[in-house]
């Protein structure tokens, strides 16, 4: 099996993931591209702003907006180290995100390749161009050891 590097996108992600962790939110990363500079960032914050919705794909897209003056992100790439829920996904589509990049897959929590599927219904206003797997082996044991401390 090949070790591709992972992209610097993905590696901030990941950072942003470890600061999540360090906050006691659940480690989840997320970076806005476009043109390949960081538009965006965020990590999971719902207990620490008391916001249900401050996913960190949510708080990357709400920061990539406000950069760049605009809620369409159509030329911009979102790179997340988990894949996004139903909520978070409804946000990609709505901003137009031209392509996704996630690293673990969520069969529990995740609405692009389980549960809605939200890009494949037909009311689907938007499909982003999808690529899973991305640094999947550390988000995923991030994530694994987050759960299992709490146990």
């Known amino acids: ?13 990941l950072e942003l993931a470890r600061d999540a962790e360090a906050a006691g939110e659940v480690p989840v990363g997320a970076v806005v591209t476009c043109a390949g500079e960081v ?28 950069v760049l003056g605009s809620e369409r992100l159509e030329n911009c790439e979102l790179w997340v180290t988990l894949e996004p829920c ?15 990049y996630y690293g673990a897959s969520d069969p529990k929590g995740g609405a692009v390749e389980h549960g809605a599927r939200v890009f494949e219904q037909a009311q689907c206003l938007h499909r982003p161009e999808v690529y899973s797997g991305i640094g999947e082996r550390e988000a995923a044991a991030l994530l694994r050891g987050f759960f299992a401390a709490r146990r």
């Open 1 to 13: 099996m090949t070790s591709w590097p992972l992209p610097p996108p993905m590696k901030r992600a």
């Open 39 to 66: 538009v965006g960032e965020g990590h999971n914050r719902p207990r620490g702003l008391a916001d249900p919705t401050a996913h960190a794909e949510i708080l990357a897209i709400r920061a990539a907006a406000a």
């Open 86 to 100: 139903a909520m978070c996904a409804g946000a990609i589509v709505h901003a137009r995100i031209g392509r996704l």
